[in-house]
């Protein structure tokens, strides 16, 4: 780390994106246990230094989050919004130490250059100019700034939307992760705008059995059941679900691609063909598997804690994702379809964050248009992700966010590989680049829109 670090939170820095994105990286902000309040400090000084009016909320002293606001005009205010914290290292092999920060073969290195102190430095640097150049805004522009995203935002979003809802008053649209950065595809350069997300259904499977003394051997009993069970999980899909949102996105995507490809994405939306089809897809097939059904990992197993005793109760915990407009009581159903009716269990909800089916496209026309004016050629396209993100908790607030941290990449840049891998780093050139669009949206955003 540099000796002068933190460096002065000068709101010159709207023109250095990258110097902005290094300071980010220096703060070690490693969640757990994320100590988030130097960083989220530093923005403060920095925002407040440039006239935005600021204030801090925190459920955790140490943990807190920013609310900065440039006042404008009377249409809803446009939110901008990223979290601070990150995923650990260790246990990694990197090239360089993951908190300096280095810039070197046109890239910066380290941990939060793509999750997502990038899309933080962007937005930070789009802003400070709004308030450089006295940007006429239609609106309100609020930047926030959260801690916590990383381990589910009870400290982060989830206390903002619950706790603090006045903050969101009047908020229609706001800019976050996950998306806008470009991808290739069949020789088409996509640019996915995340409008919607699927919901967190943890879920615990309970085996019973009739226990007893190892030395009989096995033969059934509650760990076969568990054993059954997670091969079936491993073999089979849950049924194909059409949700809109994804049926407008393999649309759109068959619609540029054209040709085969475009006829094979369409064939997608046939759920009598769907399987099939995505196992001809290759990668594209794996990122649009989990888009078209609910899904259920195993990641726990607990039972059995002696060498010759048979459990007679074997748990298996399962990082359940459904679709929107699913429920867990249509995961329930459809996992008692799959597994075999000789094997019984429990079922129990662990956590369950529905996400609201049918996203307010609103604000996509404008998001779309600053990306294929700056880059000629690309498209963009709505996006589901199979991941969840802070807009859920924005989205229990009544807002809708976009996945909108804009990055030009370089062809087989394998951005949802590296994120919370060793390495991870970024192209110099796409902080510059989402920078300029971020501005761009926040200079031509006039508070009207389209109900969809
Ligand atoms: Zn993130």
Request: glycine letters at 10%; one cysteine or more; a negative charge.
């Amino acid at each position: 780390m540099s000796a002068d670090h933190p460096p002065q939170p000068d709101p010159a820095l709207a023109d250095r994106p990258v110097e902005l994105l290094q300071a980010l990286v220096r703060f070690d902000t490693t969640n757990p246990p994320g100590d988030e309040r130097p960083c989220v400090e530093w923005v403060e000084s920095l925002l407040s230094a440039a006239g935005f009016a600021t204030e801090t909320y925190a459920a955790d002293p140490d943990r807190p989050n920013l609310v900065a606001r440039l006042p404008g005009g009377d249409a809803s205010p446009l939110m901008l919004y990223g979290h601070v914290d990150v995923v650990p290292t260790e246990g990694q092999d990197w090239t360089h130490p993951p908190f300096d920060a280095v810039v070197e073969d046109g890239f910066v290195w380290g941990r939060g250059t793509l999750d997502m102190k990038s899309g933080v430095a962007m937005m930070l640097a789009a802003a400070l100019r709004a308030a450089r150049e006295d940007t006429d805004l239609a609106g309100d522009l609020v930047v926030m700034v959260l801690s916590d995203e990383e381990a589910g935002g009870d400290h982060g979003a989830e206390f903002m939307a619950t706790e603090h809802p006045e903050v969101f008053e009047g908020v229609e649209y706001a800019l976050g992760e996950f998306g806008g950065f470009s991808m290739d595809l069949a020789g088409q350069r996509l640019y996915p705008i995340q409008t919607n997300e699927k919901a967190i259904c943890w879920s615990k499977l309970t085996f019973h059995g009739p226990g007893g003394h190892a030395s009989r051997g096995s033969r059934g009993g509650a760990m076969v059941d568990m054993a059954k069970t997670v091969r079936i999980l491993d073999e089979e899909r849950l049924p194909v679900h059409v949700t809109p949102s994804v049926e407008q996105m393999v649309e759109r995507m068959a619609g540029e691609l054209g040709g085969a490809v475009g006829d094979s994405l369409r064939d997608l939306l046939d759920p009598e063909k769907t399987d099939e089809v995505l196992d001809t897809l290759g990668d594209a097939g794996r990122m649009l598997d989990p888009l078209l059904h609910n899904t259920a990992a195993p990641t726990v197993v607990r039972g059995g804690d002696k060498e010759n005793v048979l459990p007679a109760e074997v748990s298996l915990t399962l990082d359940c994702r459904i679709l929107p407009g699913q429920t867990d009581e249509d995961l329930e159903r459809e996992l008692r379809a799959l597994i075999p009716e000789t094997v019984e269990f429990d079922f129990e909800v662990v956590r369950y964050e529905p996400f609201p089916s049918d996203p307010d496209l609103g604000l996509f026309d404008l998001l779309a248009d600053t990306l294929e004016s700056a880059d000629p050629g690309a498209r963009a396209v709505p996006f589901v992700l199979q991941a969840g993100t802070d807009a859920r908790h924005l989205a229990q607030a009544g807002v809708q966010s976009y996945g909108f941290t804009p990055m030009r990449l370089p062809e087989g840049f394998d951005l949802m590989e590296m994120a919370h891998a060793a390495d991870e780093r970024i192209p110099t050139e796409a902080v510059g680049f989402g920078a300029d669009r971020i501005h761009e949206v926040i200079e031509r955003y006039d508070g009207s829109h389209v109900e969809n």
